[in-house]
Antibody
Framework: EVQVVESGGGLVQPGGSLRLSCAAS????????MSWVRQAPGKGLEWVSG????????YNADSVKGRFTISRDNSKNTLDLQMNSVRAEDTAVYYC?????????????WGQGTTVTVSS | QSVQTQPPSASGTPGQRVTMSCSGG????????VNWYQHLPGTAPKLLIY???QRPSGVPDRFSGSKSGTSASLAISGLQSEDEADYYC???????????FGTGTKVAVL
């Protein structure tokens, strides 16, 4: 079964850091681009960051540029999101997302999400 | 950020056909394929339509997608109570160099 499972969410103070992780299984991880997508309370889905299948290219939404860094380890089938200088507006459920193939093809498999709350 | 505009809500009675639009531009819908997602609060979103009009296995044929120019649409025929959810279009934007979700449409079954 194709599966992605997030971990690492929690409560973090404004200006602090948090690292999210995603464990993938059931597919050839190194053949697929991956992304993080979030949903803030009462808001719609927002794509946050993406990374190419080999880690050679990364993409970020304007809202997180310079603060969030996406990375992957194809030897461990894991995807990470390093969140620095977090703000209240980063409070959201964060989903790990497997892309159909390349990032422009879109998401076909989603995790259940991990909740990040930014508050003092 | 959302560059594709969707109507905030749509509704119908059981058995009816409901459609919703997704309006974009030349750098997104006009250049790339559109996917549609169904999202119930508290659950993982689900891929409904990919490549404008293709259904993944397991998705009922009541769901159909289409694209013309810089707009796309999703139709639900034979509306059922379990179709009450939020629906999002999504597409790669060449100008933003990112994957962008539409504003979302909440479907209510009356």
């Amino acid at each position: 079964e194709v599966q992605v499972v997030e971990s690492g969410g929690g409560l973090v103070q404004p200006g602090g850091s948090l690292r999210l992780s995603c464990a993938a299984s059931g597919f050839t991880f190194s053949s697929h681009d991956m992304s993080w997508v979030r949903q803030a309370p009462g808001k719609g889905l927002e794509w946050v960051s993406g990374i190419s299948h080999n880690g050679g290219r990364t993409y970020n939404a304007d809202s997180v540029k310079g603060r969030f860094t996406i990375s992957r380890d194809n030897s461990k089938n894991t995807l990470d999101l390093q969140m620095n200088s977090v703000r209240a507006e980063d409070t959201a459920v964060y989903y790990c997302a497997k892309m159909v193939s390349r990032s422009r093809d879109g998401v076909d498999v989603w995790g259940q999400g991990t909740t990040v709350t930014v508050s003092s | 950020q959302s560059v594709q505009t969707q109507p905030p809500s749509a509704s119908g009675t059981p058995g009816q056909r409901v459609t919703m639009s997704c309006s974009g531009g030349s750098s997104n819908i006009g250049s790339n394929t559109v996917n549609w997602y169904q999202h119930l609060p508290g659950t993982a979103p689900k891929l409904l339509i990919y490549s404008n009009n293709q259904r993944p296995s397991g998705v009922p044929d009541r769901f159909s997608g289409s694209k013309s120019g810089t707009s796309a649409s999703l139709a639900i025929s034979g509306l059922q109570s379990e179709d009450e959810a939020d629906y999002y279009c999504a597409v790669w934007d060449d100008s933003l160099n990112g994957y962008v979700f539409g504003t979302g449409t909440k479907v209510a079954v009356l």
